[in-house]
């Protein structure tokens, strides 16, 4: 049997393959027919060609380390974002509309050469890095596509944008399986996994592929153990008696827009950590400048370390040779014996780093990042354990309630708003609960008994969301979509009816 990585998107001709029954079928047919009424509506009484869709996700545990080389443990959402595509060889412009008339349509030329303008951020720019992507990988390929023909587009996400939840990768991620489709390709998942990830670069964010695996490659009922180098995933059943609860802190987390402060700093002084640490632990300046591109890169070298010391923690080497204190860049270019425009390639994103940063938090970073990349094997032998499922769950909520620490301190990607949420889900019988995500914003996911998800829902709406329902932030009757129970869904499908 093939791996999942290693097959192709399913095409279904039905929706109960994806949504299963009940509501949630009800639901998704009702959304499929409002997606081909709009795309009838803008389009000239025109019909879709086909439909694409890719769910959203959230992180279990494993927060920062993807791009750090590090495993994951994500599972995909029932929430997603679902498109409706068709080719117009009449015309040579792409037409993206919405089916929330919050987002206005957007227009771009059918070259698959233009740049993206990341000055003026618009919510179609998603799309465009998906087409940039696939065209750059069907001509390596020796894919023939012809010249470039106009496509038409209608969206409908419903993962909440800010929220830590994907809405981006569930968005590029439908859009490159819409526009893979509609030009008669299928690649393979784990090729689908790779080129999304670095499609989404196009917008400026340094992602590290966890995302985009997940949404993917999911399958009902199970959680995923992401791998990198090569991306493959691993099936993890959740023990019985637990669920998953996610909550929104209402506080959006704009990853693309403050990225230059926030998620790719981090990208950047997790790259300065790992030169340093390869320095101190042997390297030459020249051959750690050129060779190390993530702390997994110098892993081995700090476990030797540590073994020396009695120990198989690479936390150990970090203590040892990354100083607490902020590093000045000054203090850095000295050690590393070049300037550090030189050493990021001059890469534009990263510069931006450089021109915002005043200081650089290395031992932080890097203790972070090898302590949680610990954390997801920990989760991993957890769940495969003899222990008994209550004893599984009380040891994964203290693994998680591990990570959002390590997060809020070492990493600093949460905010005051996730501090309350966390501390309000913990006083209200979560087992363990974190932020999930980038950070900075966006949801908190809590690990809680399954016979208790109803009452804890009631008191974190109370506790946590009845004072901004009261102060106007958020509708009673939008509660749904901020704080919900969920069980791992399916991930990425095209339909054709």
């Given at each position: 049997?093939?791996?999942?990585?290693?097959?192709?998107?399913?095409?279904?001709?039905?929706?109960?393959?994806?949504?299963?029954?009940?509501?949630?079928?009800?639901?998704?047919?009702?959304?499929?027919?409002?997606?081909?009424?709009?795309?009838?509506?803008v389009f000239d009484a025109s019909t879709p060609q086909l439909f694409a869709r890719s769910p959203g996700r959230v992180n279990l545990i494993g927060e920062h380390i993807d791009y750090e080389g590090y495993s994951v443990l994500p599972m995909a959402i029932r929430q997603d974002t679902i498109i409706a595509i068709r080719k117009r060889e009449d015309q040579?412009?792409?037409?993206?509309?919405?089916?929330?008339?919050?987002?206005?349509?957007?227009?771009?030329?059918?070259?698959?050469?233009?740049?993206?303008?990341?000055?003026?951020?618009?919510?179609?720019?998603?799309?465009?890095?998906?087409?940039?992507?696939?065209?750059?990988?069907?001509?390596?390929?020796?894919?023939?596509?012809?010249?470039?023909?106009?496509?038409?587009?209608?969206?409908?996400?419903?993962?909440?944008?800010?929220?830590?939840?994907?809405?981006?990768?569930?968005?590029?991620?439908?859009?490159?399986?819409?526009?893979?489709?509609?030009?008669?390709?299928?690649?393979?998942?784990?090729?689908?996994?790779?080129?999304?990830?670095?499609?989404?670069?196009?917008?400026?964010?340094?992602?590290?592929?966890?995302?985009?695996?997940?949404?993917?490659?999911?399958?009902?009922?199970?959680?995923?153990?992401?791998?990198?180098?090569?991306?493959?995933?691993?099936?993890?059943?959740?023990?019985?008696?637990?669920?998953?609860?996610?909550?929104?802190?209402?506080?959006?987390?704009?990853?693309?827009?403050?990225?230059?402060?926030?998620?790719?700093?981090?990208?950047?002084?997790?790259?300065?950590?790992?030169?340093?640490?390869?320095?101190?632990?042997?390297?030459?300046?020249?051959?750690?400048?050129?060779?190390?591109?993530?702390?997994?890169?110098?892993?081995?070298?700090?476990?030797?370390?540590?073994?020396?010391?009695?120990?198989?923690?690479?936390?150990?080497?970090?203590?040892?040779?990354?100083?607490?204190?902020?590093?000045?860049?000054?203090?850095?270019?000295?050690?590393?014996?070049?300037?550090?425009?030189?050493?990021?390639?001059?890469?534009?994103?990263?510069?931006?780093?450089?021109?915002?940063?005043?200081?650089?938090?290395?031992?932080?970073?890097?203790?972070?990042?090898?302590?949680?990349?610990?954390?997801?094997?920990?989760?991993?032998?957890?769940?495969?354990?003899?222990?008994?499922?209550?004893?599984?769950?009380?040891?994964?909520?203290?693994?998680?309630?591990?990570?959002?620490?390590?997060?809020?301190?070492?990493?600093?990607?949460?905010?005051?708003?996730?501090?309350?949420?966390?501390?309000?889900?913990?006083?209200?019988?979560?087992?363990?609960?974190?932020?999930?995500?980038?950070?900075?914003?966006?949801?908190?996911?809590?690990?809680?008994?399954?016979?208790?998800?109803?009452?804890?829902?009631?008191?974190?709406?109370?506790?946590?969301?009845?004072?901004?329902?009261?102060?106007?932030?958020?509708?009673?009757?939008?509660?749904?979509?901020?704080?919900?129970?969920?069980?791992?869904?399916?991930?990425?499908?095209?339909?054709?009816?």
């Amino acid at each position: 049997m093939a791996k999942q990585e290693e097959v192709a998107v399913p095409i279904f001709s039905s929706l109960e393959h994806v949504y299963c029954e009940g509501s949630q079928l009800d639901e998704a047919k009702a959304r499929f027919d409002v997606l081909k009424s709009k795309f009838n509506q803008v389009f000239d009484a025109s019909t879709p060609q086909l439909f694409a869709r890719s769910p959203g996700r959230v992180n279990l545990i494993g927060e920062h380390i993807d791009y750090e080389g590090y495993s994951v443990l994500p599972m995909a959402i029932r929430q997603d974002t679902i498109i409706a595509i068709r080719k117009r060889e009449d015309q040579n412009q792409l037409r993206i509309a919405n089916v929330n008339e919050k987002y206005t349509m957007c227009t771009y030329p059918a070259d698959p050469h233009q740049e993206i303008d990341l000055k003026n951020h618009k919510w179609g720019h998603y799309f465009i890095c998906a087409y940039k992507g696939f065209h750059e990988y069907a001509k390596s390929k020796g894919i023939n596509l012809d010249s470039p023909v106009g496509l038409d587009v209608v969206v409908d996400g419903i993962v909440p944008t800010g929220s830590g939840l994907s809405s981006s990768a569930a968005f590029v991620c439908s859009s490159m399986i819409a526009i893979m489709s509609v030009f008669g390709e299928n690649f393979e998942k784990k090729e689908l996994a790779q080129l999304t990830c670095e499609c989404e670069r196009h917008i400026g964010t340094q992602s590290g592929g966890m995302d985009q695996a997940i949404s993917i490659m999911a399958k009902t009922g199970f959680a995923e153990l992401i791998d990198f180098n090569p991306v493959r995933a691993t099936d993890v059943k959740l023990p019985d008696g637990g669920s998953f609860v996610i909550a929104h802190s209402l506080a959006e987390s704009q990853k693309a827009v403050t990225a230059a402060k926030n998620y790719n700093n981090r990208v950047v002084e997790c790259r300065l950590a790992s030169i340093i640490l390869g320095i101190k632990l042997g390297m030459e300046p020249k051959e750690a400048i050129s060779k190390v591109k993530t702390l997994s890169d110098v892993e081995g070298l700090c476990v030797s370390f540590a073994g020396d010391h009695g120990s198989s923690d690479p936390v150990i080497a970090v203590k040892e040779y990354l100083k607490e204190e902020p590093y000045t860049a000054e203090e850095i270019e000295k050690i590393i014996e070049e300037k550090l425009p030189s050493i990021l390639n001059s890469d534009p994103t990263s510069l931006a780093v450089l021109n915002a940063a005043t200081h650089f938090k290395l031992h932080q970073r890097a203790a972070h990042v090898y302590s949680e990349a610990r954390r997801v094997h920990g989760f991993k032998d957890t769940v495969y354990s003899n222990l008994s499922d209550e004893e599984k769950l009380k040891k994964l909520g203290d693994l998680m309630n591990e990570s959002h620490y390590s997060c809020s301190v070492l990493y600093e990607c949460s905010c005051p708003e996730l501090e309350e949420l966390v501390e309000v889900s913990r006083e209200n019988g979560a087992l363990g609960a974190r932020l999930t995500g980038a950070g900075w914003g966006g949801c908190t996911v809590s690990l809680v008994k399954e016979s208790g998800v109803s009452q804890f829902i009631a008191a974190v709406k109370e506790k946590y969301y009845r004072k901004r329902i009261e102060k106007g932030v958020v509708n009673e009757e939008d509660m749904g979509l901020y704080l919900f129970a969920s069980k791992p869904s399916s991930g990425a499908a095209i339909f054709n009816f």
